[in-house]
């Protein structure tokens, strides 16, 4: 029983990094590139 125990636990385990290594890899991903255009008008005209 104990040895089942371990081995599901090992496994989640596994499974847990998986899924914080794919999450780590997806997010750290560069937002895409957008042009902001900004108007800028002088002073006192």
Not at 1 to 29: P, T
């Amino acid at each position: 029983m104990i040895y089942r125990l371990i081995k599901y636990l090992l496994i989640l385990a596994i499974l847990l990094a998986v899924v914080i290594a794919g999450y780590a890899v997806l997010f750290d991903l560069p937002p895409p590139s957008q042009e902001v255009v900004i108007s800028v008008t002088p002073n006192g005209t």
